[in-house]
């Protein structure tokens, strides 16, 4: 069966929010998703887009998607963020993500960016195979640091 590969469009938001929660519970987090199809479509096809998607399709439906923004970093310069790539659990192991994958590290390549970074949890096994035997290198050392919005609230309240 063909999957089709394509930019997504702001009518695909309420299918991509529900991609993002199906990862969320995969990731253990299924009460963590706090934003709206309407936040994706706001922040996605607004003035200035925060994020770009690509979607997996198969036989018109929405099965995959992979969600990236782009950075800078002061020591490699333009690159992109790959914030989350997921395909439906019944359409895995079909080569799908594998697909997306190539698509965003196609488009970094083709708009000359410097590197491409994302994080992956240390118990998927099967991510982290994958993402190694593309070449991608994992950051032994390095811990990643998030403050949330009631930290955030607390810290600027103490200052």
Do not use: C
Request: aromatic share 12%; charged share 30%; proline share 1%.
């Amino acid at each position: 069966m063909e999957i089709i590969l394509r930019e997504g469009q702001k009518s695909d938001m309420p299918a991509v929010l529900m991609l993002i929660k199906e990862l969320a519970s995969f990731e253990k987090e299924a009460n963590a998703v706090e934003i709206t199809a309407e936040d994706l479509e706001r922040d996605g096809f607004g003035t200035y887009p925060l994020f770009k998607v690509f979607i997996a399709e198969k036989k018109g439906e929405i099965v995959g998607m992979a969600l990236f923004y782009e950075r800078y970093s002061t020591w490699k310069g333009r690159s992109i963020h790959l914030e989350d790539l997921i395909v439906k659990k019944a359409f895995r192991g079909e080569g799908i993500g594998k697909a997306l994958y190539t698509k965003v590290l196609s488009f970094a390549h083709q708009k000359e960016l410097k590197r491409v970074s994302w994080e992956v949890l240390d118990w998927n096994k099967v991510a982290v195979d994958f993402y190694v035997s593309t070449g991608a290198k994992i950051l032994d050392g390095w811990q990643v640091v998030h403050m949330n919005e009631h930290s955030l609230q607390n810290f600027i309240a103490q200052e």
